[in-house]
């Protein structure tokens, strides 16, 4: 199982081991981390909006262009900010770092 690190807004720091086929999203929402996620992973908000660590960021693959337009709606976008709905856990992203985003 990869371990993941959640960063909250206010820097706590949440390790878990993660589910390999999970989201990022469904993991979050596993542990109660601070994340509406409104549409439950469906490609239609951006309310999971996380931003992913630089190192990690492309190693996560292509972001869609369904993505891109809803992360265009997003408060604190970066460059390197995702929807966590759309990242899959697999084996290989043992270390992944993302770090949430106020809710507004």
Excluded at 33 to 51: F, I, K, Q
Aim: aromatic share 4%.
């Amino acid at each position: 199982m990869p371990n993941i690190t959640f960063i909250k807004v206010d820097g706590e720091q949440v390790e878990v081991d993660a589910t390999v086929g999970n989201t990022v999203m469904e993991v979050a929402k596993e542990l109660d981390l601070p994340m509406l996620a409104a549409c439950g992973g469906s490609l239609a908000c951006a309310t999971c909006h996380v931003t992913v660590d630089e190192d990690w960021y492309k190693r996560l693959g292509e972001v869609s262009e369904d993505e891109e337009d809803l992360l265009d709606t997003a408060h604190y976008l970066t460059a390197t900010s995702r929807l966590c709905c759309q990242i899959k856990i697999s084996d290989d992203m043992d270390g992944l770092t993302v770090r949430l985003t106020p809710m507004e």
